[in-house]
């Protein structure tokens, strides 16, 4: 029998006692349903187990909804998330929620001009004050002028500093349950953001360096950082292949961050093309418009972002987020053991620097490669630099001192 016919569908009533996990395997049985069950499958047969590095990258507004700390924490602490990267923006809200601050859960079919004079803020179906904005930039901006700020910096040590000072606020607080960037430094887990500027965190650095402060975030060093993690994943710790897993959880600028780590490898460093060995997407975006939110694995594979020999191991579910953030998260948590922590912050040094040696003597030992057209054309367009007159002591002779006097503009 063809591969295809591969699951009958045997209908059976739904009992009052239903499990998620046999909710999922009995009842997820097409459609979008059927790729969520996919997925649930994928990550807990394959992808939750020793020797594989988990990548999930976060767009949306799911932190405001309260997922950054009853989902996406709970998975760091059993060690399903290795590394992350996230919009600017679900990192600012997950601070709300470090700092005690209280959101709440509304309609969509409200007066935002009455909400605007009420001095509320509403993301679709949540409404909170204005001074939860105003709270959390005096918090973000009181923090950001301490010592350990004032230098450059990947966004890694930036979310791991704020996590830090995040967590001894919550102590102080006395707050059963930390948020995401909390947990992420309680666990080693590093956090990127692909647009550091695109947020209010990068608005209130932004604002410290109007007044003179130092701090730095230095977007080449989240990328080689990323590289670096990727590149690490190739090798257990055992000296056996491991393998990068993608979970994507939306689109947009963390989905490309996160897969543009196996190009830099390959392309622009010249090391080993190989791709990410699994790709798991929640998305609602279309493919046919052309926008990465939407572009399929298989797309991926012809820029080197995915391992071609690992398109069965690709699965992209068309849903909501939030809907199915919380159940495949409830299946993993059921069905796998914890997995022990890989404190990637922590080894970060180390795994970039076998990255840069890796890269410095391959092209060490790349031959010299000719140069191509268009680099060719740019080059002899590029006019020579004049020499410049100097004086003995090597000052340059400005010209207009050049014959003893100031040479004044002449009307015409």
Not at 30 to 44: D, G, K, Q, V
Not at 286 to 297: C, M, V
């Amino acid at each position: 029998m063809s591969k295809i016919l591969s699951r009958k569908i045997t209908p059976a009533p739904m009992p009052a006692d239903l499990s998620v996990v046999d909710l999922i395997d009995g009842y997820f049985t097409a459609y979008n349903s059927a790729r969520l069950r996919e997925i649930c499958h994928l990550l807990s047969r394959e992808v939750m187990q020793e020797g594989v590095t988990v990548a999930v990258s976060l767009s949306g507004a799911m932190t405001p909804a309260g997922l950054g700390g009853s989902v996406l924490a709970p998975l760091m602490r059993h060690g399903m998330i290795d590394w992350m990267i996230s919009t600017g923006a679900n990192l600012y809200h997950d601070i709300h929620y470090g700092l005690g601050l209280d959101l709440y859960a509304s309609h969509p079919f409200v007066d935002d001009v009455k909400l605007r004079q009420e001095g509320r803020i509403r993301i679709y179906d949540i409404v909170f004050g204005y001074d939860v904005l105003l709270e959390t930039d005096a918090f973000i901006r009181e923090l950001l002028k301490a010592e350990s700020f004032q230098k450059r910096m990947s966004t890694a040590e930036f979310h791991h500093l704020l996590g830090k000072y995040l967590y001894e606020v919550e102590q102080q607080l006395g707050l059963k349950h930390s948020c995401l960037l909390s947990t992420a430094y309680q666990c080693g887990v590093p956090i990127y953001t692909s647009s550091p500027g695109d947020s209010s965190i990068g608005m209130n650095v932004a604002a410290l360096a109007l007044e003179g402060y130092q701090l730095m975030i230095d977007p080449s060093l989240d990328v080689n950082e990323t590289a670096a993690i990727a590149y690490a994943a190739r090798q257990t710790d055992s000296g056996e292949e491991g393998k990068s897993a993608a979970v994507i959880i939306g689109g947009g600028s963390p989905k490309n961050f996160l897969l543009q780590t196996q190009p830099q490898i390959h392309e622009v460093l010249g090391l080993e093309e190989r791709g990410h060995d699994y790709f798991v997407q929640i998305t609602d975006a279309r493919p046919d418009t052309g926008g990465l939110s939407g572009a399929t694995p298989s797309e991926a594979v012809s820029w080197g972002k995915v391992d071609p020999e690992e398109l069965p191991s690709t699965i992209v579910c068309y849903t909501d987020s939030t809907i199915a953030l919380p159940i495949i998260s409830a299946y993993i948590l059921n069905q796998c053991e914890s997995r022990p922590l890989k404190r990637l912050y922590d080894r970060r040094e180390e795994m970039l620097e076998t990255l840069r040696r890796d890269y410095l003597t391959a092209q060490a030992q790349q031959p010299t490669q000719p140069t191509i057209a268009i680099a060719q054309t740019v080059k002899q367009a590029v006019p020579a630099p004049e020499p410049v007159a100097t004086y003995p002591c090597g000052t340059p002779i400005r010209k207009e001192h050049r014959n003893g006097y100031r040479r004044e503009s002449v009307e015409v």
